[in-house]
């Protein structure tokens, strides 16, 4: 493997991120590859998520609290009838129930309840920090504080397919929407839990996963350098 030892440069590259490792090992990776001491991304995506993570590198590490706040669209699976710690599978289960006799059309009811400006709490399994500590390190410890609610915005819920009790889903929304929270508020408005089953991360902005460079690729040199965006393009976002 080849390395490219230019502290300069400056610019953004898309990346799908696979599921099972986590964005902070991505910039870790691509940081060492490439020899840049800046180096950031724009939004963590939980370790089981996939999609689209936001490198940045160099002086377009200024557009990172920028980038930040753009809006965001998800693809998601919720699996109905199961809550878990976490709102996701990868969370201890707190309840399996039957899921009852429902249609997909008050599905799409429901889900429409969740659209405009709303609050939520975020979970305690997240990387927000309260008073300077991670929320999931003190939920790891079996710790619980109190969240204060957040506002945010959902600008579409929509329900894609429901087939037995998995629930396919896509959530256009601003910055700081968990997703998991809304499997689980909606899973408890139907009567039976929810919890996210696969999350996907689509676009950030007007940028989308499927002009990102794939997590494999990330150790091709040429196809890195290609695929960053350079500063002076971004520096108008």
Not at 66 to 84: A, E, P
Not at 106 to 119: D, L
Not at 128 to 150: H, M, S, T, V
């Amino acid at each position: 493997m080849d390395r490219c030892y230019n502290n300069d440069i400056s610019g953004m590259l898309l990346v799908d991120k696979p599921s099972n490792i986590t964005s902070f090992k991505v910039v870790k990776i691509l940081r060492k590859f490439l020899n840049v001491k800046k180096v950031g991304h724009c939004g963590t995506l939980d370790p089981a998520a996939s999609g689209l993570l936001l490198v940045l590198f160099g002086k377009a590490t200024k557009l990172q609290s920028r980038l930040i706040k753009k809006d965001k669209v998800y693809s998601s699976s919720f699996l109905l009838g199961m809550t878990t710690d976490t709102y996701d599978l990868d969370g201890k289960i707190f309840s399996i129930k039957e899921v009852p006799n429902i249609s997909i059309e008050k599905i799409k009811i429901s889900a429409k309840n969740f659209e405009g400006e709303i609050c939520q709490v975020p979970p305690m399994y997240s990387a927000l920090k309260i008073n300077g500590q991670r929320l999931y390190e003190l939920a790891r410890k079996g710790i619980e504080i109190n969240r204060d609610p957040r506002k945010i915005v959902v600008y579409k819920f929509d329900i894609l397919s429901f087939n037995k009790s998995v629930l396919n889903v896509k959530i256009h929304c601003s910055s700081g929407t968990y997703v998991r929270c809304l499997a689980k508020d909606l899973g408890d408005v139907l009567g039976c839990g929810a919890t996210v089953k696969t999350l996907r991360r689509e676009k950030i902005y007007k940028f989308d996963v499927k002009d990102a460079l794939s997590f494999e690729n990330t150790n091709n040199l040429d196809e890195v350098v290609r695929n960053i965006i350079p500063y002076k393009i971004l520096v108008d976002i």
